[in-house]
C-alpha cells in the first residue's frame, strides 16, 4: 500500500512569490493535515480538511490557505512569502473526521530567499 | 493547551549504551501518544504508538511507555547503535484530532 506522497521535494522561492504544494493521501483516507517546521521552531499544526472542507486550522496567517480535492489529495496554499516561511512542510492523513492515527509523508522543503 | 516537553534536548552516548527519552504532556485526555524518529532535513518516521488504554508497546530493542495519570511518556532504546543518531520527537494526539509535537531530543551515538 502506497504512503503519503508529496510533492515537490524541494522548491526554492524568492520572498513575495506565491506557492503551492501538494499532498496525496494514502488510499481509503479522508483526511488531510498540514504542518509546518521551520527552523528552532518544532512542528505546528497548520490546517485539517476532511471530505472537501477546512475542519480546523492553526494559528497561521490568512495567507496560508488549501483546499481538499473530490479524491482527497490536498493543496497548500502560501501567499507573499516571506524569509520565515523556509521550512520543512509535512502532510498526514488519516481514515477520517473521528480520531484516527496520522501518517505522516516526506515533506516539501521550501526556501525562501 | 495541550503542551509537550521532551527532556532532554540532546543526548550524546557511547554504543551500546541504554538510555531513555523523556515526554511529558499536561492533559492526560489524549487518544494516543506516538514517538517517531526524524533524521536531518527528513521526514517523519513512526516508531512506537501508544494508544491511550495501552501502558506499552516494543519494537525491536525499542520501547514505549505510557502513564496517561502523571502525562508521561518514556522510550527505551536498548544497546544503542551509531544509525540510531537523529532526533527522537513525542506527539500527543488528541479526541479532536489535534495533535501536538515536543520540541525533540537530539540523540548522537557516538562509535
Partial sequence: E?????SPTHLIKTRGQQVTL???PISGHTS???YQQALGLGLQFLLWYDEGEERNRGNFPPRFSGRQFPNYSSELNVNALELEDSALYLCASSLGSSTYEQYFGPGTRLTVT | KQEVTQIPAALSVPEGENLVLNCSFTDSAIYNLQWFRQDPGKGLTSLLLIQSSQREQTSGRLNASLDKSSGRSTLYIAASQPGDSATYLCAVQAWNND???GAGTRLT???
Fill in chain 2, 99 to 101: 495533535m501536538r509535537f
Fill in chain 2, 109 to 111: 551515538v557516538k562509535p
Fill in chain 1, 22 to 24: 501538494r499532498c496525496s
Fill in chain 1, 32 to 34: 488531510v493535515y498540514w
Fill in chain 1, 2 to 6: 502506497a504512503g503519503v506522497t508529496q
